[in-house]
């Protein structure tokens, strides 16, 4: 099932949940936020079986921060799919030569800028983390290291393939930001809006070619859609928005990251949380992933319990805090 305009709402105990579980859960999280403002949204089924706001009102949008490389992952593999890049595994210097032109003094601090084996860098490294863009010591596919300088690039890369991008002159370029609202926004009807910004650089630094981060400012309901499209393995209603193969995959720890790196990074894919060696939430289930970002952005994904968990903003410090906090007490009010 899936929302038109309008969500369906679901009584608890219709969707196969502990109605007073459930409550358990809403009161445990008014309980730990005290102050702070947070919101949730449980959906099972595509219906909308709790909706919790504390402080925020149903519309109030937030950055999705680092929760928007699910939504890049989904792009990168839109634009394969429409024959915009060849496939993950093409060398980003053939669709963005601009991300060599980083010299020593134009890089985000010192040391950090382009060297020769950041040439051989692929989609699949950077939407995967393990690209080692402007990273000395880190080969491509070798190191699992978060940034979002890399995601920059790959953005830029995507852009650059749609014509909407150029590193000369990124104030006066559409960006990724209007190609998403087309491909990913509009085909399930969410509502969120778009801008770019940069973090604080080194004088001279060449922002151009890796900054410009495209966030998204989100609804809890925004996410919600977005969660309810990958539980479907990118799938909205009788459309194929993201190819179903890529979700399986991306939703899967990275091959690179599990031929390279210690048990406890076994939890990251193609620009989502993996659980698939329940690394992450040892009592959640393994098909079990997630979209997560600063300011407590989170949005679970559980396709063989038909549910998502949405955070926007949460009350946890660490995401791995959800096991045993607002999404695991969720889950473990599902009697079926």
Known sequence: MFPGAEWEMAEPADAGFDAAALEGAREWLKESAG????????????????????????????????AAKSVFSCMLAI??????????????????????????????????FARPKDRAITFRQLISNTSGYLKPGEEPGAVYNYQTLGMNVLCHAIGRAYGVYDSSHPENSPGLGPVIEEK????????????????????GARVGIFGYYTDLDVTARDLARLGLLWLHMGCWGERQVVPADWMRRASQTSPDILAHCLREQWCYGHGFWTNDHGVLWPSLPRDSFAASGAGQIHVWVCPSRDLVVVQCPGIYTDQKDNDQGLTGRVFRALKQ
């Not at 990913?184 to 004088?203: C, K, M, T, V």
């Open 79 to 112: 634009a394969i799919a429409e024959g915009k890049i060849g496939s993950a595994d093409d060398h980003v210097i053939d669709y963005y030569p601009e991300m060599m032109d980083v010299p020593e003094e134009g890089g985000p601090k010192p040391g950090r």
């Open 35 to 66: 102050e702070r403002p947070c919101r949730a949204v449980v959906v099972r089924a595509g219906r909308i079986v709790a909706e919790w706001n504390h402080g925020l009102g149903l519309d109030d949008r937030r950055p999705t921060a680092s």
């Open 184 to 203: 990913l926004r509009d085909p399930i009807g969410a509502s969120w809006g778009y801008r770019y910004w940069n973090f604080e650089h080194q004088r």
